[in-house]
């Protein structure tokens, strides 16, 4: 047994037990943060507001949402949005927050890619976060499911079928997904599971471990700068304005803290004026008509953050596209090994590895812009380009770091 | 530390509370019974082909209605032992109507018509015609539930002055 | 700080960009562009679109509609032509060859007048369905209106009284219902192709409501008509308004055809008045949280808009010694 003073205060007590001031000192007060950084790298917590905003409406929708194939459709469409206080409100905060997620986390996942924030160091940083992105991704097309509407079946359909692996005919492990030869109930009963309880309990433990995979090599900075964190820390910690003044850090909270709060101020305008003026690009049409097996929708598309892979699948051949669509999930993986240079830099000061992020970031676009038109003439073309450029582009990634200038 | 940015802080804490405190009311509301269970909570009953002393069970919120016409002689009976208050006068006919849950625990009595009276399975309790308890360890009558008189219909959900007369004298608790 | 801006400039810049390139782009390219026509029955649509073995027949069918449009209707007179249309439009009527003919009680203020006559000179023509009828050896339901009101005069006259006494107030609900919903339930507004559905109990005794399996078979013989009649059961319009675009909705509703090839959907010959009433149902149904929105959204923005100013101020106070 230990030996406890008798505490003279609440904090004191509690630091006795869990060693509060220690906990602070490491996540806030001692945390330290370069001064030299923009707002992109604000993203985080915005991601981390988000993932809560989405966690607490999704609690609100469970309580009214009935995952059987013949009560699913209705129970959103009729019950959440008719009958349920605000059910509407939680409804459309879901909608456009599995929207602006992603948006968010392709902002965070190029920045980290312009500041080269992902090596010397940082490599588990940017493999936890490529593991929260898959783990999203799950979690938005198991959610897709859930609605039950005709883009939700369909959807389903086509997405489980690319487990039958092509000509390797799989389809036992389809339908062991599926558990039924089509989605079915016991296919949405699961996936349910997937959305509200498996997936999160994931992402929740892959967030604390990317925040943990941070806190040792810090965060990166504008300039790729290697800080001194002791000597700036100490400098800080001295307290004289003149003394902060020289020092390269701020400690997270509150300093860094207040200006993510501003950021966060910003996005959640935007957020709200999506969720009360703007809300259809989130919540597609098609998917108000209610699930029929019988009958394939004319267009069907996936979300707009998944029409880049989709479209690296779509202009091969059967085998060809899988293994198209099978590598660009986990391509991005492999970036801090495919970067052969050991320059920390912002990309502009990388000679040709500046060209190659545009040029990643504009066929991206491109293959997400096809991804939703028809596949059919110029579009199929163009299609065809991008997705090849794409597979080009990770090709020549090693080559032109290899080469790239020591800064 | 100047005192401004203290002041700052805790402004947009402040402000940020006011914010928490509206979405706790949105999620209040959400939380709220919905219209249609609400709507479910009225049920009409037509009385005027009850028979004497056959007990017909009715569904009101989910709950056993009991509707008992009482005989003649159970109405002599009522009159004696000072209970005629517990009943429903409708035309000439009187109509005994409560709640199906034993006021012990909420068990389902069952009525005995050659003794006109109830008795709960569960603990032994008992009741006569007019449902008042008649044998612990029930600690009243059965509870009349608020109703309003239309014609030979009676609306259940609806309080009407029969019954806050009922509720203002202690013959029932609000149900 | 101007740096930042112009971060914040080519992020936004992509932002858009993207969202450009899937919502409105990608939406102009997948759909086919129909032109309306205003909810004018002119027979412009049906003309333009016709086989050519067919264009004739319908460029006379039409200029006759024109005709009679220019006769002057007398409503007393067409009161008592209109005794024959009663028959079978009345209150519970039954179904009569795959549809219950709907009540005309808003008739005169619902739809065009150009497209009642129409209506009366030849069903299948009018309501550009005449593709289903190409022998002659199967008849539209109300084809034979065409035996019993079939002179211009008598033909104007009905329409006269139509516009005259069957032309009031009418609520969204039941411009929906005489317009649509003898083919199309609403479940969110508690129609079916009967009408409202009726409140019911159940038996306490055997726990069955009685009345509620008779009319959910009743529902089911005429819904089965409705399929055999129409080849398929016509979809519920409950929330058709957030499955089709606006503009899908106008055009449809004017010509199935243009949207729809070959589709067993009628023209309901809507006018401005009735086609905005029926809109107004299928937004009460399918979007009914609009007003709360439009109540709440103001509020929100506002409380968002405070919450990032006392937030920039929280920043500077933070940040104003640092450099």
Not at chain 3, 220 to 245: C, F, H, V
């Amino acid at each position: 047994m230990a030996h406890f003073e008798k505490a003279n205060s609440l904090n004191e007590w509690l630091d006795q037990r869990i060693g509060v001031n220690t906990l602070k000192k490491v996540m806030q007060s001692e945390y330290w943060i370069p001064k030299n950084i923009n707002f992109l790298w604000a993203m985080g917590m915005v991601l981390a507001a988000t993932f809560g905003i989405l966690l607490v409406s999704g609690i609100f929708l469970l309580m009214y949402y009935q995952p059987s194939t013949d009560l699913a459709f209705d129970s959103v469409n009729y019950t959440i949005m008719t009958e349920v206080g605000y059910g509407w409100l939680w409804r459309h905060v879901h909608g456009v927050g599995a929207s602006l997620v992603f948006l968010i986390i392709y902002i965070h996942m190029f920045t980290g890619i312009y500041y080269g924030s992902y090596k010397k160091g940082r490599e588990l940083i940017w493999l936890s976060g490529m593991l929260l992105f898959v783990l999203f991704s799950a979690e938005a097309f198991s959610g897709y499911m859930l609605p039950w509407g005709q883009m939700s079946y369909w959807a389903g359909m086509v997405i489980t079928n690319l487990f039958s692996g092509g000509s390797l005919h799989a389809d036992g492990l389809v339908e062991w997904i599926r558990g039924d030869y089509v989605p079915a109930q016991a296919y949405l009963s699961r996936f349910f599971m997937l959305h509200v309880l498996l997936l999160p309990l994931a992402i929740i433990g892959a967030i604390v471990f990317h925040f943990g995979t941070l806190r040792l090599p810090h965060v990166n900075n504008q300039e790729g700068k290697e800080v001194d964190f002791a000597e700036s820390a100490r400098l800080w910690k001295e307290g004289t304005t003149e003394s902060r003044r020289k020092s390269e850090v701020i400690p997270f909270s509150p300093v860094f803290l207040s200006k993510d709060v501003f950021v966060m101020g910003v996005y959640f305008i935007l957020f709200f004026y999506l969720v009360f003026y703007h809300f259809e690009f989130a919540m597609d049409p098609v998917n108000f008509d209610p699930a029929n097996g019988l009958s394939t929708p004319t267009h069907i598309y996936p979300e707009w953050y998944f029409l880049w892979s989709y479209e690296v699948l779509r202009p091969f051949s059967t085998d060809l596209g899988l293994i198209a669509f099978a590598t660009a999930q986990v391509i991005f993986f492999t970036l801090p090994f495919l970067d052969r240079s050991p320059n920390v830099a912002p990309a502009n000061r990388r000679g040709l590895f500046h060209l190659w992020f545009w040029a990643m970031l504009a066929d991206m676009l491109v293959l997400t812009f096809m991804g939703k038109l028809p596949p059919q003439g110029i579009w199929s073309t163009i299609g065809l380009v991008a997705a090849i450029t794409f597979f080009v582009l990770w090709i020549a990634l090693p080559i032109i770091t290899k080469f790239e200038k020591k800064l | 530390m100047s005192s401004r940015r203290d002041f700052m802080g805790m402004a947009l804490g402040g402000f940020t509370a006011l914010g928490g405190i509206g979405a706790l009311m949105a999620m209040k509301k959400t939380w709220d019974p919905l219209p249609s269970v609400k709507a479910a909570g009225f049920t009409t009953i037509d009385l005027k082909d009850a028979q004497e002393n056959v007990l017909v069970t009715e569904k009101w919120r989910g709950k056993p209605i009991f509707v008992l016409k009482q005989s003649k002689a159970m109405v002599e009976k009522a009159k004696k032992a000072k209970e005629m208050d517990r009943l429903i006068k409708i035309g000439d006919d009187h109509f005994m109507v409560a709640v199906g849950l034993c006021t012990h625990l909420g068990c389902i009595p069952g009525y005995d018509s050659a003794n006109e009276s109830f008795l709960c399975a569960c603990h032994g309790g008992m009741y006569d015609g007019t449902a008042m308890v008649t044998k612990a360890p029930p600690p009243r009558g059965l509870d009349i539930p608020p109703f309003t008189i239309d014609g030979t219909k009676l609306v259940l959900g609806e309080q009407g002055p029969e019954y806050k007369k009922m509720l203002a004298d202690g013959t029932t608790l609000k149900v | 700080m101007n740096k930042e801006l112009k971060i914040l400039g080519i992020v936004a810049a992509f932002t858009l960009l993207l969202y450009w390139g899937v919502e409105p782009f990608a939406h102009s390219q997948m759909h086919k562009h129909v032109e309306g026509h205003g909810l004018v029955y002119d027979g412009t649509a049906d003309i333009e679109e016709a086989s050519k073995d067919k264009k004739e027949v319908k460029k006379k069918f039409w200029s006759e509609v024109k005709e009679i449009a220019k006769l002057k209707g007398d409503a007393t007179a067409g009161e008592a032509t209109f005794a024959m249309c009663a028959g079978c439009h009345m209150d519970g009527a039954a179904n009569m060859g795959g549809v219950t003919p709907p009540s005309l009680d808003h008739a005169g203020a619902i739809y065009d007048k150009n497209f009642l006559i129409a209506l009366i000179k030849d069903p299948a023509m009018a309501t550009n369905v005449d593709h289903k009828y190409p022998n002659g050896d199967m008849t539209h339901p109300m084809g034979s209106i065409t035996t019993m009101v079939s002179a211009p005069q008598d033909i104007a006259n009905v329409v006269a009284y139509l516009k005259a006494k069957k032309a009031g107030e009418v609520t969204p609900k039941e411009a929906f219902t005489e317009a649509c919903g003898r083919c199309h339930a609403n479940r969110y507004g508690k129609l079916t192709q009967l009408g409202e559905i009726p409140k019911t109990k159940s038996n306490i005794k055997t726990n069955q409501d009685i009345d509620r399996m008779k009319y959910d078979q009743k529902v089911a013989t005429e819904q089965n008509a409705l399929a055999e009649y129409l080849g398929k059961l016509p979809p519920d319009l409950s929330i058709m308004y957030r499955a089709r675009s606006e503009h899908f909705l106008d055009t449809f509703i004017e010509n199935p055809q243009a949207n729809l090839k070959g589709t067993a959907m009628p023209r309901t010959g809507l006018n401005h008045e009735g086609f905005e009433k029926v809109m107004e149902y299928l937004a009460e149904t399918g979007d009914p949280s609009a007003p709360a929105r439009a109540m709440a959204g103001p509020w929100v923005l506002l409380f968002f808009f405070i919450f990032t100013i006392l937030a920039y101020l929280w920043k500077q106070s933070q940040w104003r010694d640092l450099h």
